[in-house]
């Protein structure tokens, strides 16, 4: 080969060496990012009938879903697991400490820990609606585990049955899907006060324009009278109702 | 602003929580005077709305004889004192306390909490507001 | 050789295409605003309703009224009784009582509106490139966005308005407009078209925050309003499974009875 002229060296650096600096590539995400706006629809939902233990009685049920109905009455927060299915969409960011679960209505965000690996202890920590979160990837999946729930604060009912207590531990597994169009998330839930077997239930979130913009909260008031009357009263029968149907 | 020691044998401190409501009256207290009290308590709450607690004051030599008694300790809400450093093993039934504080106008036995002194002589807040001996610029 | 060299930069050129240098563009955000914080009082006030009182008075325009203290203050001084309690108090019974009741849902608190004027409870930064996230324990999230978008138009006034941002060096820049009329800190004033800048700066150990706040509206003031807030890191929480930060929750039951007491005590027995 013949040796290049100093000239041709000169074009090549100038021309090359840029190049170069854009054929370094950025460094590959180590972790997918679920940052996004999310919504579940109809058909978001995969779940089953929970196994409960017998001392979770007909009447416990009840007591529970008096609470809950207390909670909402109340305008109370209402915590884990409302907040993941609040009927408004979520507004989810992950930050480099701790990926943040935000609803578009009357409830505390929840944060997902992934600077720690270590929950809080119990002799400071007080329980709370959201409990307390800690997260970690496994490969393209994150892991959150939730301990530290409060028992009789916001709406306890875990869908497929049972609720969640002090006792209760949540994991759950986020995965995007379609090529990050879905988010996936896969709760468990264990209690040996409540389930017999672990209850693990799926939803598919769907993603959201970017540009979309979450709205303001839906007026609670706690306070207004009629609004108590609506919720603490069920609607008499219609009287027409109770006519017997022509057989015609 | 003149702090005056009170000799509290036995602090009763009850947490009570106080409401988280967005309006917060501090109008019965004397917010401009700063009064120390030392005791122990006699009933801890740390709750919401606001962590309230009990100081038994014992008559002793140099406290004043009218102070001698009950005093009701209003702190904030669990997490504006979390923020201070407070947490729910900070005090317990029985612990000796001493504090700071403002009282109630009106001469009964309440108190706005400014702060505690723990025994190494720093201070828990109650509040993110502080005296001007105790400020970082 | 010439030939080579022209294949190869070809080459380079289509290989090059899908791949950029590894650098940070202007817009991303700058982590280190991201974590907790809680205000601090750096010039000795001694009282929470203090706070308010070293905010300098807004300068409004002929004919505007002030808002008569509102924002700052967390305690309302001389607040008339509402309902005196006929009865005494038994000792241990708290009798700080409150004006409102919590409502998780009401204006007060929700919809980021604190966040437009903090006070003691801590506050929370979680930055990602599209969003940063302002939540407060105390209530309410507030988002800025990075993503480049425009105020919508047209925009229901909200009580802490849309916000949009950018970062100038290591300072995130906000600028909000489309709240609700109320009151701003100092006596202001705000209508849905005053606009508001925020700038958060770091200090250089990353330890300390300061929030300046320009509110401006040609229909409200004569010159642009300015105040500053000041942060510092949250202290971690020491616990047995070690010190740590993070976000607590404010639980607060309007259902309650003890938050429905009147706002004058009862008197106290005195043992």
């Given at each position: 080969m013949r040796r290049l002229s100093a000239h041709t060296y000169l074009i090549a650096c100038l021309t090359v060496l840029p190049m170069s600096a854009r054929l370094y590539?950025?460094?590959?995400?180590?972790t997918p990012d679920i940052s996004g706006f999310w919504e579940l629809s109809f058909d978001s939902r995969s779940v089953p009938r929970a196994s409960l233990l017998?001392?979770?009685?007909r009447a416990r049920i009840d007591a529970r879903a008096k609470k809950d109905a207390y909670a909402v009455r109340w305008c109370n927060l209402l915590g884990v697991p409302f907040v993941m299915d609040p009927g408004r969409p979520l507004d989810i960011r992950q930050g480099t400490s701790a990926i943040i679960i935000v609803p578009e209505n009357s409830s505390a965000p929840r944060y997902l820990y992934?600077?720690?690996?270590?929950?809080?202890?119990?002799?400071v920590f007080d329980p709370s609606t959201n409990g307390d979160s800690i997260a970690h990837w496994e490969g393209d999946t994150l892991v959150v585990d939730t301990v530290g729930?409060?028992?009789?604060?916001?709406?306890?009912a875990i869908p497929g049955g049972g609720y969640r207590t002090d006792k209760s531990r949540l994991v759950e597994r986020y995965r995007l899907l379609k090529e990050g169009s879905i988010l996936s998330v896969t709760f468990t839930w264990t209690d040996p006060t409540v389930f017999r077997t672990p209850h693990s239930y799926e939803f598919r979130y769907q993603r959201l324009p970017a540009t979309y913009e979450p709205r303001q909260w839906l007026s609670c008031d706690p306070f207004d009278q009629d609004r108590a009357k609506f919720l603490e009263s069920p609607p008499a029968p219609?009287?027409?109702?109770s006519r017997t149907v022509s057989k015609e | 602003m003149r702090i005056r020691r009170i000799g509290i044998a036995i602090v009763g401190v009850a947490l009570a929580s106080v409401s988280l409501g967005a309006h917060h009256s501090f109008?019965?207290?004397?917010?401009e005077r700063n009064v120390e009290y030392s005791g122990v308590i006699t009933e801890w709450k740390w709750q919401n709305p606001h962590v309230h607690f009990n100081v038994l004051v014992k008559p002793a030599?140099?406290?004043?004889?009218?102070?001698a008694g009950t005093w009701d300790v209003e702190g904030g809400s669990i997490n504006i004192m979390s923020r201070q450093?407070?947490?729910?093993?900070s005090y317990k039934v029985g612990d000796p306390v001493r504090l700071v504080g403002h009282p109630m106008k009106d001469g009964s036995k309440g108190i706005s909490l400014f702060y505690a002194i723990r025994p190494d002589g720093s201070r828990l807040y109650h509040d993110i507001a502080r005296p001007k001996d105790d400020v970082k610029k | 050789m010439r030939g080579s060299l022209v294949v190869l930069f070809t080459a380079v050129q289509m290989v090059g295409a899908p791949l950029y240098i590894h650098a940070q563009s202007p817009?991303?955000?700058?982590?280190?605003?991201?974590g907790d914080w809680v205000r601090v009082d750096?010039?000795?006030?001694?009282?929470?309703?203090g706070l308010s009182a070293v905010v300098p008075p807004a300068q409004l325009l002929p004919g505007v009224s002030a808002a008569a203290g509102?924002?700052?203050?967390r305690g309302r001084r001389?607040?008339?009784?509402t309902d005196p309690s006929a009865g005494p108090n038994p000792e241990?019974?708290?009798?700080?009582?409150?004006a409102q009741p919590c409502a998780g849902g009401g204006p007060g608190r929700s919809n980021g509106a604190l966040l437009v004027n903090p006070d003691s409870g801590g506050v929370h930064f979680i930055e990602q490139k599209d969003e940063v996230i302002f939540a407060g324990e105390r209530g309410g999230v507030r988002h800025i966005y990075l993503d480049g978008r425009v105020h919508p138009n047209p925009w229901t006034p909200t009580p802490a308005g849309h916000s949009v941002g950018h970062y100038d060096g290591n300072t995130l820049v906000a600028e909000t407009i489309g709240f609700m009329p109320g009151g701003v800190p100092g006596g202001g004033v705000r209508s849905p078209q005053t606009r508001l800048v925020e700038r958060f700066v770091m200090s250089p150990d990353g330890g300390r925050l300061t929030i300046t706040y320009t509110w401006d509206d040609p229909k409200i003031y004569q010159k642009p309003h300015e105040y500053r807030y000041y942060f510092e890191r949250a202290p971690k929480i020491e616990s047995k499974a070690g010190k740590f930060s993070y976000a607590l929750e404010e639980w607060c039951d309007a259902g309650d009875p003890i938050e429905q007491q009147?706002?004058?005590?009862?008197k106290q027995i005195i043992k």
């Open positions: 590539p950025q460094e590959p995400s180590a017998p001392t979770v009685t992934t600077n720690r690996s270590a929950h809080i202890s119990e002799d729930f409060h028992g009789d604060r916001g709406i306890t219609s009287k027409s109702a | 109008a019965m207290f004397d917010m030599a140099g406290i004043d004889p009218k102070t450093g407070w947490t729910r093993a | 817009g991303a955000p700058q982590p280190h605003l991201e750096p010039d000795g006030v001694n009282s929470f309703d509102r924002g700052g203050g001389g607040a008339p009784p241990g019974v708290p009798y700080i009582v409150v009147p706002i004058v005590p009862p």
